[in-house]
């Protein structure tokens, strides 16, 4: 039986325990799921682009069915190259699944074959987003059980911070 792979993009700047909750759920429906980190261009990132890769293999590199990459370049034309069966977004509120909609009908249009399976976050996470994340930091906030602790570590480093 051939492995079904999903893609699960974002910038992921940083990590949170809402996206670590999403790759938890997706890897109960495919037997394999690559992170694809987005550098981001149109966003002002607080990690590099090898900071989010160092932090997401810290918080995931312990699980041999996450891979992460780097993805450069239009998501329909990696999810090709990697063969993977469908790309997986998490849905927080409306305004999520309009983007979201949106995207996907425009991958649909590239590649016919394209498939987005959208998953919802445990309640305890939907507020959560990286932008409400560096927020929160920037501030000094508590980020307990929002982020692993090493981001929380990285994001006090990062914004001089006690949260």
């Given at each position: 039986?051939?492995?079904k792979?999903?893609?699960y993009?974002?910038?992921?700047?940083?990590?949170?325990?809402?996206h670590?909750?999403?790759?938890?759920?997706?890897?109960?429906?495919?037997?394999?799921?690559?992170?694809?980190?987005a550098?981001?261009v149109?966003?002002?990132?607080l990690?590099?682009l090898?900071e989010?890769?160092?932090?997401?293999?810290?918080?995931?590199?312990g699980n041999?069915?996450v891979e992460?990459?780097?993805?450069?370049?239009?998501l329909?034309?990696?999810?090709?190259?990697r063969k993977?069966?469908?790309?997986i977004?998490?849905l927080?509120?409306?305004?999520?699944f309009e983007?979201?909609?949106?995207m996907?009908?425009?991958?649909?249009?590239m590649?016919?074959?394209f498939?987005?399976?959208f998953?919802m976050?445990?309640?305890?996470?939907t507020?959560?987003?990286?932008?409400?994340?560096?927020e929160?930091a920037?501030f000094g906030?508590s980020l307990?059980?929002?982020?692993?602790?090493v981001?929380?570590?990285?994001l006090?480093e990062?914004t001089n911070?006690?949260?």
């Amino acid at each position: 039986m051939k492995e079904k792979i999903a893609v699960y993009p974002g910038s992921f700047d940083p990590v949170t325990n809402g996206h670590i909750d999403l790759v938890e759920r997706g890897l109960r429906i495919f037997d394999r799921i690559i992170v694809a980190v987005a550098p981001s261009v149109k966003k002002s990132p607080l990690f590099t682009l090898e900071e989010r890769i160092e932090l997401l293999g810290e918080v995931l590199g312990g699980n041999a069915r996450v891979e992460i990459n780097v993805m450069d370049g239009l998501l329909v034309d990696f999810v090709q190259r990697r063969k993977a069966a469908a790309v997986i977004r998490g849905l927080r509120a409306v305004s999520d699944f309009e983007y979201e909609f949106q995207m996907s009908l425009m991958n649909r249009k590239m590649d016919p074959a394209f498939e987005a399976v959208f998953l919802m976050p445990s309640a305890r996470y939907t507020y959560l987003s990286s932008s409400i994340i560096k927020e929160v930091a920037r501030f000094g906030g508590s980020l307990k059980d929002m982020v692993p602790e090493v981001v929380r570590r990285r994001l006090k480093e990062k914004t001089n911070r006690k949260g």
